[in-house]
């Protein structure tokens, strides 16, 4: 029946009533207007190791990823996104803090440092805006049964690994809110899928943040003999782990198709946003083969380029422009605040975080604002790394060494030993391969680089961690 006037006015006049007294009582997060009429589901997609050419939509010619190809195609793609270190803890800390890795709370690698209870996560800032906050994968910020763990950093639920010398096994136990998991045998990544599957259909009705940090293509390297994507590459005339590595891409891919079958089946998709990207650079840049890195220099815990770049993938239907490439320069630090403005929290982040939201670049507004520099260091080789516009500089407070017996690290080295304490300056715009350095010409830049490098790193506080997992609990 249609409603008189006087009948939509009564309820328009019941409708202030009550936004004014539910104004007096809740807090202010709650009753601020979203800057969206509905929250966007999130969903976050974080694989582990990936190297930055390793999509087709990033130049592979030899990996398989028609969905994420699609879903690129169908929204913005990234050209200068970086990970938060270069290698997975610390980056993980880095997007779960807002804070680079000169500030972080976790720096260094050794899988079971934790996250404090002080500590405020993407998870914990979701959460004030109503968001059920799910994360299955790699946690790698405390071990299970901590105040790290992810349970306790604001998730409602966690699935998968704990301590990250765990996650380097496919075939093994998991843990569920810290409790374990047997899985009697089964290819530790498809309960992870079907994991992230379970939680979008039970949260349907309600915003939800749906982390994935999944652990593939990261070695060892193997794969079900009966899976799917392995078929397509057991028979090429390459080295084995070239094709696992390559079937564990594919794999994923499959799996981001059918994630985003389902958003169709749900009628979630036009109110869900999607991040693909990487922790790091590539493990092994498998030179020959799928050139993982490209011109790149360097790969996983190299400050160079092909250690920190990722791909970057995000999409929106309705909201974000399909087609689009940006190459705005940003980070892992960026991803907390970005969220927040998405859920319409802005307000909830620490107020000194170094990340800046990217909702602008997003939304193909013209208002963003930019680093005036972004910095990196890595506690394992005693590198520094900062970008200031098209200049990338390192500087090494050691001279490192590498294991030649351990084969990931061959020849990803080879010519990179250099004086301790040295910048190295490199114009990015012209020499992605940072082959040329150029700080004896610029030395007001290298100057001006080293001030902020000194000022960018505090002293961490306590790294001390659960020690190497040993599967006992």
């Known amino acids: 029946m249609r409603k008189t006037t006087n009948q939509v006015n009564r309820r328009v006049i019941l409708q202030s009533v009550i936004t004014g007294v539910l104004a007096l009582f809740l807090p202010l997060?709650?009753?601020?207007?979203?800057?969206f009429p509905t929250k966007p589901n999130i969903i976050f997609l974080m694989v582990d190791d990936m190297g930055y050419h390793d999509l087709g939509c990033y130049g592979s010619k030899t990996i398989l990823t028609p969905n994420i190809d699609k879903m690129c195609a169908e929204g913005m793609k990234f050209t200068d996104v970086y990970g938060g270190c270069t290698v997975c803890g610390p980056s993980r800390s880095v997007l779960m803090t807002g804070y680079h890795k000169g500030h972080t709370p976790v720096r260094d690698n050794r899988g079971g440092i934790p996250l404090f209870p002080e500590d405020i996560t993407i998870a914990e800032v979701l959460k004030k805006a109503g968001y059920a906050t799910g994360g299955f994968g790699?946690?790698?910020?405390?071990?299970?049964?901590?105040?790290?763990?992810?349970?306790?950093?604001?998730?409602?639920?966690?699935?998968?690994?704990?301590?990250?010398?765990?996650?380097?096994?496919?075939?093994?136990?998991l843990f569920r809110n810290s409790e374990r998991v047997e899985l009697n045998g089964r290819y530790t990544h498809y309960p992870i899928y079907e994991e992230s599957i379970k939680f979008i259909k039970a949260n349907k009705d309600r915003p939800f943040f749906c982390y994935l940090p999944w652990t593939v293509p990261h070695a060892p390297y193997v794969i079900p003999e009966d899976e799917p994507a392995w078929q397509l590459y057991k028979d090429k005339p390459w080295d084995h782990d070239s094709k696992v590595a390559a079937a564990m891409n594919t794999m994923v891919d499959r799996q981001v198709g059918e994630i985003g079958a389902l958003l169709k089946e749900l009628e979630l998709d036009d109110n869900t946003i999607l991040f693909i990207t990487s922790d790091n650079g590539a493990s092994r840049r498998f030179e020959g083969t799928h050139n993982s890195c490209g011109e790149m220099r360097g790969g996983k815990r190299s400050m160079n380029e092909g250690g920190i770049r990722v791909p970057m993938i995000v999409r929106w239907p309705g909201k974000i422009k399909a087609g689009a490439v940006s190459n705005l320069p940003w980070y892992f630090p960026d991803v907390m605040p970005t969220l927040a403005e998405l859920a319409g929290v802005s307000e909830e982040p620490p107020k000194d975080i170094d990340g800046i939201s990217v909702v602008p670049t997003l939304l193909s507004k013209s208002t963003q604002e930019k680093h005036a520099y972004m910095y990196w260091d890595d506690s394992w080789y005693h590198n520094e790394g900062l970008r200031m516009g098209k200049w990338k500089a390192i500087r090494s407070n050691n001279k490192f060494k590498v294991d030649p017996n351990v084969e990931a690290h061959r020849g990803m080295w080879k010519g990179m030993e250099h004086e301790s304490g040295k910048i190295r300056l490199y114009d990015l715009s012209k020499d992605l391969g940072e082959k040329k350095n150029l700080a004896d010409k610029h030395p007001e830049v290298v100057a001006k680089i080293a001030e902020l490098m000194d000022k960018a790193w505090v002293k961490p506080r306590s790294q001390k961690d659960g020690g190497v997992y040993k599967g006992l609990n």
């Open 29 to 35: 997060h709650v009753v601020c207007a979203a800057p």
């Open 138 to 173: 790699k946690w790698g910020l405390g071990n299970q049964g901590t105040k790290g763990a992810a349970e306790r950093q604001g998730f409602d639920t966690f699935f998968g690994y704990y301590n990250q010398w765990h996650a380097h096994t496919y075939y093994t136990h």
